[in-house]
């Protein structure tokens, strides 16, 4: 018979939450006020493929889909601007919190904004038995989506 005081206590764990230290190490990237080049190399299990790519930070990412020949529009651009001034909020706030200074509401939420997407550039993605497209890309996808995780490339990206 089951202790009915007992039977919520059992810890909840969600699957749907991201990795905690991928998603630190993608905020940390994402709080970056100059960009990348080259990225740092990242290989990410979503949905049973395999994505391989540079990590930018997000605004970076923005950026140059709104430099693509196919994508030039006010909407990436002002996203890219946006997503920038964001970031640029954030890591002020970080140097004035380390400073012991005062922050500014905007800067607090920009500091606290929940990282929820990843970015990469040239990226692959491999299934098994093939990979789709010979060159790199400009990819975005949901941490929460990301079930496995390793630095640098594997072998099998680079096939």
Known sequence: MLDPMLEGAAP????AEPDGVLGTYVAQMDRLTEAVDP???LSLTVH???VSGELIPQWQWFAEVSELNDHEDAFYVGTAEHVKEQSDLAHDA???????GEITHRQYSALMAP???IHLRNARVHSPGMHLG?????WRGRLADVSGWTPG???SAED
Not at 94 to 100: E, K, L, S, Y
Not at 134 to 138: A, D, F, S, V
């Open 39 to 41: 990225g740092v190399p």
């Open 94 to 100: 970080v140097r004035i919190r380390d400073t012991g």
């Open 153 to 155: 490339t594997t072998a």
């Open 48 to 50: 049973g493929l395999l």
């Open 134 to 138: 010979e060159e790199g890309t400009l």
């Open 12 to 15: 909840q764990v969600s699957w």
């Open 115 to 117: 990282t929820r997407y």
